[in-house]
């Protein structure tokens, strides 16, 4: 115990570093962090797992059922796609039915997330888990809410050539869980057109 003591006495007892010195400290690792960084980057990727991003936007036509009054909706929406070269990517998109409105019935939604997709010659199917916010405008006006969205999907497009593909078909399953009453649901399916933009 008398050592720690001592010992714990003696670290205590140590003189402080200057002010400033910390600082010293500090701007040495940087500089050695970024003449190490700038070494490494020499270094080649192999090929085969080389990254790369693709940017994609398109625009769909959208038919859906809403399970409010089982109605069944015409509308369009927006999208845009970043892709990876490793099958994984993010999708954002917003969708507005309001097409065929009875009682002046219609709602939105604005959903991102992940997106996964494979290439088969011309084809790309890809799935999708997308969550985000959906406005729903209730009858004669009555009132408007805003509530969270939980939609999952898939779908698959076809290249046309290097810059245009055909989204054949989309399909989505969405979720409002906190839905004013009770949950509620709709799904739908969309077609249209994807245009790459680098």
Request: charged content about 20%; cysteine-free.
């Amino acid at each position: 115990m008398k050592s720690f003591r001592g010992f714990g006495n003696r670290w205590r007892s140590r003189p402080r570093s200057r002010p400033g010195g910390g600082a010293v400290l500090a701007a040495f690792l940087l500089a050695l962090g970024l003449a190490l960084a700038r070494a490494a980057s020499g270094q080649v990727v192999p090929a085969a797992d080389a990254g790369g991003l693709m940017l994609s936007a398109g625009a769909t036509g959208s038919g859906f059922t809403l399970q409010y009054g089982e109605r069944k909706m015409l509308g369009f929406a927006g999208f845009v796609d970043a892709d990876t070269k490793r099958r994984l990517g993010i999708e954002g998109e917003a969708r507005w039915l309001v097409f065929r409105q009875t009682d002046n019935v219609h709602a939105t939604t604005y959903t991102i997330g992940p997106r996964f997709h494979m290439n088969y010659g011309r084809f790309q199917p890809y799935a999708k888990g997308l969550v985000g916010i959906g406005e729903f405008n209730f009858p004669y006006n009555y009132a408007t809410g805003s509530y969270l969205v939980i939609a999952p999907g898939g779908g698959v497009d076809f290249r046309l050539n290097r810059r245009f593909q055909l989204r054949i078909a989309d399909f989505e399953y969405q979720y409002w869980p906190q839905f004013t009453f009770a949950a509620m649901s709709s799904f739908g399916a969309s077609s249209g057109i994807r245009v790459r933009i680098f």
